[in-house]
């Protein structure tokens, strides 16, 4: 269970205002917004690499809101999957392990279910120069695994990709963290996206997260007019 | 640059390269002064003597010691200036580049008057830690002369790693200590070895702060520039020749590592 209370920080000039916010064990959370809307920061901020200013977060009832990245087992893929360009695949995702003390051999063979489940077995000795941008993805997301987090952040984890790799790694990402049972956030822009992952979705405007729900219920509900825009300005293309 | 639609040749094309020709042949032409000026027969015969090959060895052990040191002070010092930002930091940025503009003998002149302090009395008072008129001096001479090129270099290594990865790494377990040794330095690899390749070459040269500091006693404080200057004092032109081609090989050998190492480009450009 996450729970987020009031939590206020700021990056330079712009301040993510009193956020709360539930997550439950194993929900797959969407946090949409607009660009500069403050959901990466957000998501920084939970990871322990931005300074809250006031309120708690919380991870299964343990106070984490100031302990170091660390120490809170929360696995995040950043948006260009910050892969290590000096170490090759199987380094990549047994990094964590490898920090923790495990040998390269028993990293590898505790790391093995996860390579196996997003087929990177045939890849452990490439280096990401040479993947494929769903590639790196998968290695990215087996890498923020590897540690069995608490908390899977995903940012904008397909933003980057084409059409008919986006659909299949959004499909991919949905039946691993199903499979893994990880809370999971993920943050996008697309609504298109959220239909296709979320359990239940939130939307961050200037700072603020101003509506949490199921999603179909906050394009039905929208509380304000801007998130009526945000979400149904992603649904025109479908229509 | 991709190339452009129109003439492959035109005039800034000509000028900029007739500029660049131009130098090159000069340093070339000077070269080539020096090799065919040295007989091959005079360039071993002076290598066979003591005090040459004593210069050589003294020049090699002092490089050597002072670039183990350069390499401990370079990285955590290149590191601190990438990374961290406070009250002062630009102007001890501009603080580390000092001994590269300073006229060399300028060093050599505030390193004898700090020891004349009552500081640098007391240092010299230490048994163990004698710096003047000793190789610990000229160790000292060619660390100030040669640090800051490797911390520039160290750096714009470090420059060049995106931050971003380093915080990855604390979120995947690491310490700070483990981000920097795990992630930072295996990336920043190529720009410290070549960082402390041109530093232990410009050590190689030193020498008026060595000659200030610690003297050119023969077959004491004697370094291959001390010999090539007192040759040249006394008018024999050729065992000056002869270490001029041995230091000449070594800064050719230094370039050619740095180039390989791909690193030229990310000091002076940025």
């Known amino acids: 269970m996450i729970e987020i209370r009031d939590l206020t920080f700021r990056a330079g000039d712009f301040q993510v205002r009193s956020v709360s916010l539930d997550v439950a064990n194993g929900e797959y959370f969407v946090l949409l917004g607009p660009n500069g809307s403050g959901k990466t920061l957000l998501i920084s901020c939970l990871c322990g690499l931005l300074r809250a200013e006031s309120g708690r977060i919380l991870i299964d009832g343990q106070d984490v809101t100031h302990a170091e990245p660390r120490l809170r087992r929360i696995g995040y893929v950043p948006q260009d999957y910050g892969l290590f360009p000096h170490l090759n695949v199987a380094k990549n995702v047994t990094f964590a392990l490898r920090a923790a003390g495990h040998s390269r051999a028993a990293a590898l063979v505790k790391a093995g279910p996860l390579i196996e489940k997003l087929r990177l077995g045939h890849l452990l000795d490439h280096m990401p120069a040479t993947l494929s941008g769903g590639e790196r993805q998968k290695v990215a997301l087996a890498r923020a695994l590897a540690i069995q987090p608490r908390l899977l952040l995903l940012d904008e984890p397909v933003s980057a990709l084409d059409g008919p790799t986006r659909a299949e790694v959004i499909e991919q990402l949905r039946i691993v963290q199903r499979d893994v049972g990880v809370t999971t956030i993920h943050v996008c822009h697309s609504t298109d996206e959220a239909l296709a992952v979320a359990d239940r979705a939130g939307v961050m405007i200037d700072g603020r997260l101003v509506q949490t729900g199921r999603l179909e219920e906050l394009m039905e509900h929208p509380a304000s007019p801007d998130v009526a825009r945000l979400l149904n300005a992603r649904l025109l293309p479908r229509a | ?270």
């Not at chain 2, 094309?13 to 130098?23: E, K, P, Q, R, Y």
């Not at chain 2, 410290?192 to 530093?199: D, E, I």
């Open chain 2, 1 to 270: 640059m991709p190339a452009v639609a129109g003439p492959r040749v035109h005039g800034v094309s000509i000028a900029t390269t007739t500029f660049l020709v131009a130098f090159v042949m000069a340093v070339l032409v000077l070269i080539a002064a020096d090799l065919f000026y040295a007989k091959p027969e005079t360039i071993l015969e002076v290598l066979r003597l003591p005090e040459v090959q004593h210069a050589i060895y003294l020049s090699l052990v002092t490089t050597a010691i002072t670039l183990v040191l350069v390499i401990v002070f370079a990285v955590p010092m290149g590191y601190a200036l990438s990374r961290y930002r406070f009250p002062g930091s630009v102007v001890l940025d501009a603080i580390v580049d000092l001994p590269i503009v300073l006229p060399p003998v300028v060093v050599g002149v505030s390193l004898l008057v700090f020891f004349r302090t009552s500081a640098g009395q007391w240092i010299e008072s230490v048994p163990w830690l004698g710096f003047v008129y000793t190789v610990k001096g000229i160790v000292l001479c060619q660390f100030f002369m040669s640090v800051s090129y490797a911390i520039r270099a160290s750096k714009a290594s470090f420059d060049g790693i995106d931050r971003r990865l380093e915080h990855l790494a604390l979120t995947l377990g690491c310490t700070q200590a483990q981000a920097f040794l795990r992630v930072s330095l295996p990336m920043a690899r190529n720009g410290l070895v070549a960082g402390a390749v041109m530093a232990w070459a410009r050590a190689v040269g030193v020498f008026s702060p060595v000659y200030v500091l610690a003297g050119a006693v023969r077959m004491k404080t004697e370094l291959m520039p001390t010999t090539v200057w007192l040759e040249l004092s006394i008018g024999r032109i050729e065992p000056a020749l002869a270490l001029s081609l041995v230091m000449l090989a070594i800064a050719m050998v230094a370039l050619v590592l740095i180039h390989l190492l791909g690193q030229t480009h990310r000091w002076w450009g940025l």
